[in-house]
Structure formats: structure tokens, C-alpha cells
């Protein structure tokens, strides 16, 4: 029909422009956040750019669901406008006829939002992690740079070293404080160098002096050294027992079936049915009176599409708390949506209306 093909073709135009905005939008924000966290010694800087493409392909679905939504509503918005819904109704079709055409323009990125849901998500959620827990896999002075403060792996330890030198194992004037059996202990050094002892790697200091303070204010002890070592190692302490849920594959939250991997299953699932929702939605809540402006049916889908985006994540975390059976939110914030829709998507499609109902009863 050439309605239909002109309708999928005006689609795919503002679907393609309203992508590219919210990707570049995106992008911006992640690699904003991206630099501050290399900025804080959480991210390599060497591998910013990965991160960030990683955590795009994340929220990819989102992205998609969004950009698919705000499309639907623009389209239908502007057809309202130019009064070229009036044509479709005077020849005798209504608004449920639009389901179709808008479901053949839509099932591809429906198939793609899945793929990227079950798949891409946990591959670039496994990819930073993998990324990031190696960078805090580091060794202490690996950590430190010249002229900055740097926390060891373990939390305990703050280094600073004066100037760097031409030998990578060998630094001068060298400061650490850490938080060592109840106390406070400050020690400096002229010079130190990263050895092998032990199966791990020490900071032998040398020429420097050190400082114990008690919490308890009991006494403060301070003594000198000639040589002192320091443990640089690398602590695994603060990489926890394994990957969290949304780094995990799809078969391991169904093999897992603990309620946060419910939880990130059931919103992985819920990303999908979400995005069908998001259709029909649009569809309904795209009406426009010609003689009002268009910003407050927009701001209106838009607080629709937050809103409901927002459940989905709260939902999440009830069903990882252990609050909510997975398959009972599914089916009451889904499938409660999906007959909202359908209900008010019929009453449009009939012009029905309180008055006229009640007309016959009046009679």
C-alpha cells in the first residue's frame, strides 16, 4: 500500500536522524564520565576510547528502544498536524490499522534490541570489567606517578614519589602513609627500589625515617632507618568472588537462579518487551490537536517512556533484593502495560467516549 511504504520511509528518516543525535549525546556524556574515572586511576588512560565504545554497545538497547519511540511519535505527531490522519480516518480506516505497517517497520530493531539485550550488554559489560580489574590488578608502584598521590590496590596505602627516573624499578624521594594495625604510619624515604622477595615485590627504602600514631593517641613512636621494606604486590582483595550479574552471559543467570541474576535476567527479558510496548505506545499518546502546540504531547511521551523505563530498573532491584518473583513482575508491569495500550489504543479506534455510552441509557 502506498500509504504504508511512504509511512515506513518517513520512519526510517527520523529513526536514522534520531539515532544519531542520542549516540552522539551518549557518547559525549560516557566519555565525559570515562576521563574522569582515568582521571581517579579507576580506568587505564590508554584504553578510554575502548571503554567507551564498550559501554555504548551497552546501552545500545536503550538507545534503540528510545530512538524508535521518539520516531513513531514524531512521524504520527506531524501527520496529525498536516491533517493527514484526517484523510486515513475519512477512508474508513482507523487507528489499530497502523499496527501493522508500524510492526514491519519496527521487528528489525525489536530482533537487533534482543540480540544486544542478551548478547551485547553482558559482552561489553564482561569486556570493561575484564579491562578495569586488570588495571587494578597493577602493582602499587605501577600505580604511582610523578609529583601525584596514588592509593594502592588495597586502599590502605597512599604513595608519592618526588621525580621519576630513567630505571622503572627505582624512585626518590619517596612518601607513604598507610593505616597498619590500629595506627597511622608515615614513612619517607631519599630513594627507593622495587626488589623480588619473597614470591612478591618489595620498595626497599632507604635513608629515611618513620612515624607511628596510634588511634588511641597513646604515645607516638618515630625511628630511623637505613633500609626498610615495603610490600608493592598487587592485591586481589577489592576484585570480589567473581564478575557481577550484568557481566555474565544469559545461560549463567539461568544456571545461576540467585535473585540478582533473576533480576538481570528479567531485565534483559523486560528490555525486549518493553520495546514492543514502546510501539503501540506511541502509537496512542501520538495524537495532536492542530490547535494546540506540539511540545506538551511530546514532554507527555517522553515522561510515558521515563516512566516506564524507570520501573523496569526498579523492578530489577526488587527481584534482585528477593522482594518479587521474576515471572510475577514480568507479567504485572508488562503485561499490565500491554493491556493499558490495547484498552486505550480500542477506545480510539472507536471514538469511544463516557458521553456517548452513557446517551443510550439516557434515552
Not at 474508513?92 to 550488554?121: N, S, T, Y
Not at 544456571?255 to 514492543?276: I, K, N, Q, T
Not at 500491554?338 to 456517548?356: F, G, N, P, S
Request: glycine fraction near 8%; charged fraction near 15%; charge should be positive.
Amino acid at each position: 500500500m502506498l500509504f504504508h511504504s511512504s509511512l515506513r520511509k518517513e520512519l526510517s528518516r527520523s529513526f536514522g536522524a534520531t539515532l544519531v543525535v542520542l549516540v552522539t549525546i551518549v557518547m559525549t556524556i560516557i566519555l565525559i564520565r570515562t576521563l574522569g574515572l582515568a582521571s581517579k586511576g579507576s580506568v587505564n588512560p590508554s584504553d578510554v576510547f575502548l571503554v567507551m565504545a564498550y559501554t555504548v554497545i551497552g546501552y545500545m538497547p536503550t538507545i534503540l528502544s528510545l530512538s524508535l519511540f521518539i520516531a513513531i511519535v514524531g512521524t504520527l505527531s506531524r501527520m496529525y498536524r498536516d491533517s493527514e490522519m484526517v484523510i486515513w480516518f475519512s477512508a474508513g480506516r482507523g487507528l489499530a490499522d497502523l499496527v501493522r505497517p508500524l510492526f514491519q517497520f519496527a521487528w528489525p530493531v525489536l530482533i537487533l534490541i534482543g540480540a544486544l539485550a542478551f548478547v551485547g550488554w553482558p559482552w561489553a559489560n564482561s569486556q570493561t570489567q575484564g579491562m578495569r580489574d586488570q588495571y587494578e590488578r597493577r602493582s602499587d608502584i605501577d600505580r604511582v606517578a610523578p609529583g601525584q598521590f596514588q592509593e594502592s590496590a588495597a586502599r590502605n596505602r597512599v604513595f608519592y614519589i618526588d621525580k621519576d627516573s630513567a630505571d622503572t624499578t627505582t624512585a626518590s624521594n619517596v612518601f607513604i602513609s598507610s593505616l597498619e594495625r590500629n595506627m597511622q604510619i608515615v614513612t619517607s624515604a631519599k630513594s627507593g627500589t622495587v626488589e623480588p622477595m619473597y614470591g612478591s615485590r618489595y620498595l626497599v627504602l632507604r635513608h629515611g625515617q618513620r612515624l607511628e600514631s596510634p588511634f588511641d593517641k597513646t604515645g607516638l613512636k618515630i625511628s630511623e632507618f637505613d633500609t626498610y621494606g615495603a610490600r608493592v604486590g598487587g592485591s586481589s582483595a577489592l576484585l570480589g568472588d567473581g564478575p557481577p550479574p550484568r557481566a555474565l552471559s544469559t545461560l549463567q543467570l539461568l544456571a545461576d537462579r540467585s535473585p540478582p541474576a533473576l533480576g538481570e535476567f528479567g531485565w534483559r527479558l523486560g528490555m525486549v518487551l518493553a520495546a514492543v510496548n514502546f510501539v503501540l505506545l506511541a502509537l496512542v499518546v501520538s495524537g495532536v490537536n492542530p490547535r494546540v502546540g506540539r511540545s506538551g504531547n511530546l514532554l507527555f511521551a517522553l515522561f510515558c517512556f521515563v516512566l516506564y523505563y524507570n520501573l523496569l530498573n526498579l523492578g530489577q532491584n526488587w527481584v534482585g533484593a528477593g522482594r518479587f518473583n521474576v515471572g510475577a513482575f514480568l507479567l504485572a508491569l508488562h503485561g499490565g502495560v500491554l493491556v493499558l495500550v490495547l484498552a486505550w489504543l480500542a477506545k480510539r479506534h472507536t471514538h469511544w467516549t463516557l458521553r456517548r455510552a452513557l446517551r443510550p441509557a439516557a434515552r
